[in-house]
């Protein structure tokens, strides 16, 4: 298949082929593949191209032998961080960003090629997910269109994300490591990734075609958990600055109009989201 999608009208032929997707897994003290046989159960995986990053000690080593699946073994902790080792070692032009606990569907790695040949030029190309009862994992806006800033957009999750490896790498757009599960934030990192994505102009789109299966949403994504609030607070001053503490109270009676959270309990959930403002900034400004 042929694309011809460019910013600012200039055409950009491009093919791509299930050989140049590559699915970037992470995990965390595996010594087998058996994880695999569940996540590609409905494809080949001999025709698959897996690189896995397993966060693990000197005693939980994994190895391969196999020439379609490479190892890297790290003993760093952070699903950011495994995220971004994986982007820098991926050798194929395409990456699908993938967890050890969902499934794939059939066929989606022709799924992913496709789109990327449709828009050559997009960094980014989200598709969906369904949950084990075969229903969307979320609410998605079923439009095939461009993601951009000025329009709300369905929170990303990673596991709908695929990347242009070399657009990505180029414009040095990684994972925050503050942010993800195993950081001191346990989300956000998702959100944070998008928008400097598009600050530095690099084309999204979101393709709504089904390409993976997953347990429904965890509690790092109920808006009034505590985690939630701290790691929504703390992402919102990556990207607002000091501007953050007026969008905490926004955000606090918009959890209270819609009864996530009661009235009550607001003046501890604002201590809540402050003490998380406080501590990325001092995070930040010790990092820099």
Not at 61 to 84: A, C, D, H, M, Y
Not at 107 to 118: I, L, R
Not at 184 to 201: P, V
Request: with cysteine; glycine share 4%; net charge positive.
């Amino acid at each position: 298949m042929i694309g011809k999608v460019m910013r600012n009208n200039s055409i950009k032929i491009s093919t791509y082929n299930v050989d140049d997707v590559e699915v970037l897994v992470s995990t965390m003290k595996r010594t087998s593949f058996s994880f695999l046989e569940a996540m590609f159960i409905n494809n080949d995986i001999s025709k698959l191209h897996i690189l896995i990053i397993n966060q693990t000690d000197a005693h939980h080593q994994l190895t391969s032998n196999l020439s379609n699946i490479r190892v890297i073994n790290s003993e760093e902790k952070g699903l950011s961080k495994s995220r971004n080792l994986a982007i820098k070692n991926a050798i194929k032009p395409i990456c699908v960003i993938a967890d050890d606990d969902v499934v794939y569907l059939k066929g989606f790695v022709n799924t992913v090629a496709q789109g990327h040949c449709k828009y050559p030029a997009a960094g980014l190309i989200s598709f969906q997910a369904k949950n084990f009862s075969d229903k969307p994992y979320k609410t998605y806006n079923n439009q095939e269109r461009e993601i951009i800033k000025k329009r709300k957009e369905t929170p990303l999750s990673s596991i709908e994300v695929t990347l242009k490896r070399e657009i990505i790498v180029e414009n040095t757009i990684f994972f925050n490591e503050l942010f993800g599960l195993g950081s001191y934030f346990e989300s956000g990192e998702e959100d944070l990734f998008l928008k400097e994505l598009l600050s530095k102009q690099i084309i999204a789109f979101h393709i709504p075609k089904f390409i993976v299966s997953h347990a429904d949403e965890s509690s790092t994504s109920n808006p009034a958990s505590n985690r939630f609030i701290r790691a929504r607070a703390a992402a919102k001053y990556v990207e607002y600055g000091n501007l953050s503490l007026l969008w905490m109270l926004k955000f606090l009676f918009f959890l209270i109009r819609k009864k996530h959270i009661k009235a009550s309990s607001i003046i501890e959930k604002y201590r809540l989201g402050y003490q998380a403002i406080i501590d990325v900034k001092k995070m930040s400004n010790s990092s820099t």
